[in-house]
């Protein structure tokens, strides 16, 4: 996966319903399946960077970027079952990766003067994780996961 699949999802976010709120659900999916994953507003540009490569988001999909700051915040808060912050917070998700649960640590700034969003994902051990799921409820929760 590299930034120019974020910036194809920007994209298509007009034309889906619920185009902001589907947009926040496909970043965090990404942030499951990608090392790091990061949206920056600096100097008038949004920058995505997944990995080592880096796109640039245009212009016309940036008008979403503050709302969708507040959206993911939102997911982020409602998902972990802590307070929502809309100007930034940090949240952490536990999620079904490919390769076995992972932990999305997700920090956000969503002030006048910093807008970013970074997503670290961290593989963890079925064996080892506090609350660690065995592998039937692991798969329910993938399943769960898709369909909803």
Known sequence: MTADHVVKLFEQAPS???GLIWLADQLLVLGQHADALS???TDGEFLCRVGESTATIPPPCGRL???LLARLGKAAADESG???QPYGGRYELRRAGESGPVRLDVAIANTPGEQKVRVKREVLSL?????????TRLQAAVIESVTS
């Not at 064996?127 to 592998?135: C, I, N, V």
């Open 127 to 135: 064996r080892s994780a506090p609350g660690a799921m065995d592998s």
């Open 39 to 41: 949206l920056e507003a």
């Open 82 to 84: 802590v307070e929502f």
């Open 16 to 18: 889906v319903p619920n």
């Open 65 to 67: 970027f503050r709302p």
